[in-house]
């Protein structure tokens, strides 16, 4: 049983590039989120997703885009790379907007 | 706007040593206070949801409790297998800031080392 499968596992990019982070869960949940984790300030939520075809802003949006094309999938996007996205990002799924998160291995980007 | 801190930021104990990690918070509205463990190069693993003042869960080494301005992870006997950083969030009511899920907010985490 996978759960949650994040890929890239780590990415070097350059300022300016562009690149995608996708995430894929197998346990059919409704609700998927993009988390950024930093030392010292906890996890953020960049974007999040209450169904298919559905994508919200989070806490910390700018600089990405997501989709939820599938109910399985959600991709996060980054059409501009900057330093200040170096981080660790996490996606998530619940099968209820109460549930607990159920987080992937995560993926380690760094911007030069 | 909600709050989480976690003290101590680290924390050494020798196997044995029973000791507790604190979180306090404020929410407007809270749903439920989530403990999750997190191990270096993974993500978050989850542990127990406290919802109400007074609940406590148990879980082999691991008790939560939940009061309504903290909550407490207190570890009994740990072992080295223990060793982990361990994560606190709160969740508040749907609807609140406009959400259209619960939203979550995470402290920063305790560093537990367990030495042998």
């Known amino acids: 049983n996978a759960g949650v499968t994040q890929t890239p596992k780590f990415r070097v990019l350059k300022t300016g590039q562009s690149m995608t982070l996708l995430c894929a869960q197998d346990?059919?949940?409704?609700?998927m989120y993009w988390y950024r984790q930093d030392p010292g300030m906890g996890l953020r939520l960049i974007h999040y997703?209450?169904?298919?075809?559905?994508?919200a802003k989070g806490e910390v949006p700018d600089g990405y885009n997501v989709s939820r094309l599938k109910k399985q999938n959600f991709l996060l996007g980054l059409e501009s790379a900057a330093p200040s996205q170096t981080s660790v990002y996490f996606c998530?799924?619940?099968?209820?907007?109460?549930?607990?998160?159920?987080f992937g291995e995560g993926s380690r980007l760094t911007v030069l | 706007e909600d709050q989480v801190t976690q003290s101590p930021e680290a924390l050494r104990l020798q196997e044995g040593e029973s000791s507790s990690l604190n979180c306090s918070y404020t929410v407007s509205g809270l749903r439920g206070l989530f403990w999750y463990r997190q191990d270096p190069g993974k993500g978050p693993e989850f542990l127990f949801t406290?919802?109400?003042a007074g609940e406590e869960k148990e879980k082999e080494r691991l008790k939560a409790t939940l009061t309504k301005k903290e909550s407490f992870l207190h570890i009994t006997a740990p072992k080295p297998e223990d060793s982990a950083t361990y994560l606190c969030a709160v969740q508040a009511l749907l609807g609140a800031g406009g959400t259209s899920y619960g939203k979550l907010t995470f402290g920063q985490g305790t560093i537990l080392t367990v030495h042998p």
């Open positions: 998530a799924s619940s099968t209820r907007t109460y549930g607990e998160l159920f």
């Open positions: 406290l919802y109400s």
């Open positions: 346990m059919n949940h409704e609700y």
């Open positions: 997703s209450v169904g298919e075809g559905t994508t």
